[in-house]
């Protein structure tokens, strides 16, 4: 009877031995657990985030008209004819006379479509058809681009629909603003860094945003005015200038 006590105390022995040896590798990995995620709350906590935008003021290069020529007609036919007549008019001032290439002028749409007078004798009634042929001229010679649309309003083009001026340059401006937004990134890192008695030591991330501006517009009323102001002068039209705007995200190690 003893030995047998002897031999049941031996095996609460070694399973108590083997319980504490597991537990105590078990310790090992929760402490390793908790340590990785110190390390990486302390890296999160020793890094600085800030956004920034550059921007550059630049000439425009290129001015896009949006004109139209429209013509009336008995029939769909005439009106037809009469547009075509009209627009070769344009045509020939914008490739002759101001020595455009035929891939700066494009035509944006072209209808033909019936006119209707409403009378509460006779409801609705045909009177004739009206031909639309629009256009989008890009012109680079800016300083004459009121003779352009005089040229182009005495050769038949009766509708002015407004100018945009842009630049056919934009990457290589939005380069310009995107060298001025981390400028200011680090900027406002160091300023922040140094308040809480830290400096900055290299940038972990960058992300990258750019604000493509609308280029300047001139609206069919604004260019009416411009003419009618002119009085026999060239229609006045002022180019301005164009911002291109670029913005940054950037997260730096403390």
Known sequence: MMARGWRVTAVVLAAALIGWFGFGRGGEGIAKAE???????????????????????????????????????????????????????????????????????QTTGFYVQPEYNYTEKEGRKLTGYTATHSVKVSYRKLEDIGKLLDAMSAAGANRMDGVQFGTEKADQYELDALKKAMANADAKANVLAASAKRTVKGVINIVQGVSTPPPVLYAAKELASASADSAGAPTSVQTGQIEISASVTVQYQM
């Open 35 to 105: 340590s990785v995620a110190v390390t990486a709350n302390a890296a999160a906590l020793n890094t600085i985030t800030v956004g920034a935008t550059g921007s550059v003021k630049v000439d425009p290069d290129v001015a896009y008209v949006n004109a139209a020529v429209e013509t009336h007609g008995a029939t769909a036919g005439e009106a037809q004819k009469a547009n075509a007549d009209a627009f070769a008019a344009v045509e020939k001032v914008l490739y002759d006379k101001f020595g455009l290439s035929k891939k700066d002028v």
